[in-house]
């Protein structure tokens, strides 16, 4: 079982910035690819960001490419989110995922094995 934890959520005033960090411990292993999804109240969990662990690729949404930036420190199994410019439209629930096979769907949910428990992300206007 791969257990993931959050930190680095919080409140921050809009055009602000947020760096979340995700750490796999627990029968961790080399993922194909790590990434964060965002649940706002009332709406569906949708992709954010995407990590390919090997070579680095990365991929996010058309809306958030720029603002958003993720990372990863291989010998320590942790991906970052990088948020500058936040929007209050940025609030929701962040939560981290892990892709412990090959996958094409690295956007969608039926990507990722394990999720992090989440992390709120407040924007206020």
């Known amino acids: 079982q791969v257990h993931l934890v959050e930190s680095g959520g919080g409140l921050v005033q809009a055009g602000g910035s947020l760096r979340l960090s995700c750490t796999a411990s627990?029968?961790?292993?080399?993922?194909?690819?790590m990434g964060w999804f965002r649940q706002a109240p009332g709406k569906e969990r949708e992709f954010v960001a995407a990590?390919?662990?090997?070579?680095?690729?990365?991929y996010y949404t058309d809306s958030d490419e720029g603002r958003f930036s993720i990372s990863r420190d291989s010998a320590n199994l942790s991906v970052y989110l990088q948020m500058n410019s936040l929007k209050p439209e940025d609030t929701a629930v962040y939560y981290c995922?892990?892709?412990?096979?090959?996958?094409?769907?690295?956007?969608?949910?039926?990507?990722?094995?394990?999720w992090g428990q989440g992390t709120q992300v407040t924007v206020s206007s």
């Open positions: 995922t892990f892709a412990g096979k090959p996958t094409y769907y690295y956007r969608s949910d039926e990507g990722y094995d394990y």
């Open positions: 627990g029968r961790a292993f080399t993922p194909y690819f």
């Open positions: 990590i390919r662990w090997s070579g680095g690729d990365t």
